[in-house]
């Protein structure tokens, strides 16, 4: 992004920072387009028309590459040892992939801590909703440290 600058290099600007290439909170518009299943076109095209903003796919791309590896760092990260109670349960919900619209089954594990907080232990994403999954779930919970529950509830 081009910003002015004076004879004397003191002009300080307002909205867009020296040396910033994007406006703040640029990033979040593009993960919250992503997120609602816009494609990575039709982001472009509504940055344009909201901002008269040029955006390419790869700058997109970026972007939204770059939350991954926050999301795999959550995904992996170490959980409490004991959790009095575990809530489990599957929701499918249509998403789009690619040009066509499935069905998914989104798995979720939710613990309550030993203070009585509430706290996401992880969220997986499946074909479809199925006993066995739940095995490799459980699985997955020990391996990040995991080691007693005592009550469990899932529903079905």
């Known amino acids: ?91 499918v919900v249509k998403v789009r992939d690619g040009n066509h619209v499935q069905n998914k089954a989104f798995y979720l594990a939710v613990g309550i801590n030993l203070q009585g907080t509430k706290e996401i232990l992880g969220i997986w994403v499946e074909r479809t909703e199925g006993a066995k999954f739940w095995l490799q779930i459980l699985t997955d919970l020990k391996n990040r440290g995991v080691e007693d529950i005592l009550s469990l509830v899932l529903t079905v």
Not at 26 to 48: A, C, P, V
Not at 58 to 77: H, Y
Request: no cysteine; proline share 4%.
């Open 1 to 91: 992004m081009e910003v002015p600058r004076d004879r004397n290099g003191s002009f300080e600007p307002q909205i867009i920072q020296k040396g910033q290439t994007r406006f703040t909170g640029f990033d979040d518009k593009i993960i919250s387009m992503y997120s609602r299943g816009m494609t990575t076109r039709e982001i472009s095209q509504h940055l344009q028309e909201i901002y008269q903003v040029e955006v390419s796919a790869d700058l997109i791309s970026q972007v939204t590459d770059s939350v991954m590896t926050t999301v795999i760092e959550w995904q992996n990260r170490p959980l409490d040892k004991v959790y009095p109670t575990l809530i489990m349960d599957a929701l």
